[in-house]
């Protein structure tokens, strides 16, 4: 069965959309780490975090899910963590295990590590590696899944990023944690810094100097000593911009539409999408800012706009790196050219997503360049798009969202292979694009 979006009426509509999943991932390993009980609220029950719990309560960490009258609480028992007893599966997620690879060798237990078709394709020597310099040893086949994660006695070390990647950044801090001595990370370029957030409301003692140089202006060092005892620490999750992406983007592109995402995070580590959207000229809206557990809040809107082609440059794309799929749709209804650089780390997601955007737009007749790292999109100017392809989803998640958001403004509907593997981050996507009016139907 296959899955088609059909152009039809304006989408209107105010919708939350789940938690984010990054700090979801973070809220349930933080509290399988410290010491008393934490309280999650507005966890993502999506498949890549059920599998990170599903992976701590292996390890001896007690999760429970409750209902309340303000919806599900999670409450996690910290306790020291035992070898499991069996393999620590994480399904589709690359946060989930390379996160739990770090905070495994921290605590000086054994665990092998493994996951679905796609994570197996995914490179892990970038965790290993670093691990290793601790003093982890590590068993894998030329650095991919499945990965035996050999926690013991770590040292503190100083660490540069070789890329901006907040999964490789954290899983060296959750390591550090256990580690005798200090850990320093030297950050040439931010990215996103929920773990660092997590660990001050954590109690851990954590600072942050600066970098030498041309690089003093965009990125600092990060200084965590080991030993640290956690304590536990509620939260509130909030929604997840990565998917707030999808209602909104659609909203920008459908004639006559007005959607309000409701309490989006606005991590300005995440919101790189949102920036470059304003430049292409959207109507978008923040109401209602608040503060809730140190991260800002915001009610964003958008109204269908004329989006005009620009130039992203490389630098962004750590605060949207999950987000060129669905800035491809916008580009695509835009007038003239957008120019995404920086984009080699797309082609080691969920899928090669810089040759399936490419292609899936190919496919529906949009006028697309792919570089070795960068993409060009030719917009059409507010026209319809032709659409008309099935598109290959690859089993990736966001190509699936992004090339439905492209039907309900195609001429031919679109179509895409599956979209069984949007579960695994946005489990009510669907429903909620109906509830706003979107026509997409399951057909043979
Ligand atoms: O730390 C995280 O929660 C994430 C970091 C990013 O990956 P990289 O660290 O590989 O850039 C992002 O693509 C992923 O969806 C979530
Ligand atoms: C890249 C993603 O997730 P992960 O790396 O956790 O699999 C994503 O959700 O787009």
């Given at each position: 069965m296959s899955t088609f979006a059909h152009r039809g009426a304006s989408l209107n509509g105010r919708v939350q959309v789940p938690g984010d999943k990054s700090i979801s991932h973070r809220s349930l390993i933080f509290g399988a780490l410290a010491q008393g009980v934490t309280q999650v609220r507005g966890l993502l029950e999506a498949e890549d975090v059920l599998h990170t719990a599903a992976a701590l309560r292996a390890l001896g960490v007690s999760i429970e899910r409750d209902e309340s009258a303000d919806g599900p609480v999670w409450t996690i028992e910290g306790a020291p963590w035992q070898a499991p007893d069996r393999i620590l599966y994480a399904g589709n997620s690359g946060t989930g295990v390379r996160l739990l690879m770090g905070a495994v060798a921290g605590q000086g237990v054994e665990a092998v590590f493994d996951g679905d078709a796609s994570l197996r394709k995914r490179p892990m020597g970038r965790i290993i590696e670093p691990l290793a310099q601790m003093g982890a040893s590590s068993d894998s086949d030329d650095g991919r899944l499945p990965v035996k994660i050999a926690g013991g006695k770590l040292t503190g070390m100083r660490y540069r990023l070789p890329k901006p990647s907040a999964q490789i950044k954290s899983a060296i801090l959750l390591a550090a944690l256990g580690a005798d001595g200090e850990t320093i990370i030297e950050e040439p370029v931010l990215s996103r810094d929920h773990t660092e957030r997590m660990l001050s409301a954590f109690g851990a003692e954590i600072s942050f100097g600066p970098l030498e140089g041309a690089e003093a202006t965009r990125g600092r060092t990060i200084h965590l000593k080991g030993g640290q005892t956690l304590k536990a620490c509620d939260i509130t999750v909030p929604a997840d911009p990565s998917s707030a992406a999808f209602p909104l983007v659609a909203a920008l592109i459908v004639p006559g539409s007005e959607v309000t995402v409701e309490g989006v995070l606005m991590n300005p580590q995440r919101t790189g999408l949102y920036q470059t959207l304003i430049e292409m000229g959207a109507d978008l809206t923040f109401a209602n800012e608040r503060t809730l557990a140190g991260e800002t809040l915001a009610d964003i809107t958008a109204r269908h706009s004329a989006l005009k082609g620009v130039s992203v440059p490389a630098g962004r794309a750590p605060s949207m790196i999950d987000e060129y799929p669905i800035l491809s749709i916008a580009a695509a209804c835009a007038t003239g050219e957008t120019r995404m650089e920086g984009l080699e780390e797309l082609r080691v997601k969920e899928s090669d997503r810089l040759s399936a955007v490419a292609a899936g737009l190919a496919g529906n007749r949009v006028s697309i360049v792919e570089g070795p790292d960068w993409l060009t999109v030719t917009g059409s100017g507010g026209e319809p798009l032709k659409g008309g392809d099935m598109v290959s989803t690859h089993m990736d998640h966001r190509i699936a969202m992004s090339f439905l958001v492209m039907g309900l403004v195609s001429a031919d509907p679109v179509g895409v292979?599956?979209?069984?593997?949007?579960?695994?981050?946005?489990?009510?996507f669907l429903t909620l694009m109906k509830t706003l009016g979107a026509d997409i139907r399951a057909e043979r």
């Open positions: 292979d599956s979209t069984e593997m949007i579960a695994t981050s946005f489990p009510e």
